[in-house]
């Protein structure tokens, strides 16, 4: 199995900018491609975006395309999420996800496809 640890949560005003990371540790991070999602209070969990085991092929939700950037370092066994011009609509729990079952190239954007979670961080955004 692998845990995931989220990092990078915290307060900032409207249009400003955070990067979340999340650590892998306990098997080959490789192996995985990697989602982000986000839960906000009384709704249910969302797609925000993800990447390919291969890092070149990456999905956003067409609600964060353009502002939010997701990548991978294979090396350091961490995923990022680079959000900017965030918005109040934002503020969320963020899950970064790990998904084995994807071919090398390609990623899911279904929550009931990834095997592993981390334990979320908040991102608050104020207006």
């Known amino acids: 199995q692998v845990q995931l640890v989220e990092s990078g949560g915290g307060l900032v005003q409207a249009g400003g900018s955070l990067r979340l990371s999340c650590a892998a540790s306990g098997n080959t991070f490789s192996r995985y491609a990697m989602g982000w999602f986000r839960q906000a209070p009384g709704k249910e969990r969302e797609f925000v975006a993800a990447v390919a085991r291969s890092g070149g092929s990456t999905y956003y939700a067409d609600s964060v395309k353009g502002r939010f950037t997701t990548f991978r370092d294979n090396v350091k066994n961490t995923v990022y999420l680079q959000m900017n011009s965030l918005k109040p609509e934002d503020t969320a729990v963020y899950y970064c996800?790990?998904?084995?079952?994807?071919?090398?190239?390609?990623?899911?954007?279904?929550?009931?496809?990834?095997?592993?979670w981390g334990q979320g961080t908040q991102v608050t955004v104020s207006s």
């Open positions: 996800a790990a998904d084995s079952s994807r071919p090398y190239s390609s990623a899911t954007t279904s929550t009931y496809e990834y095997d592993y």
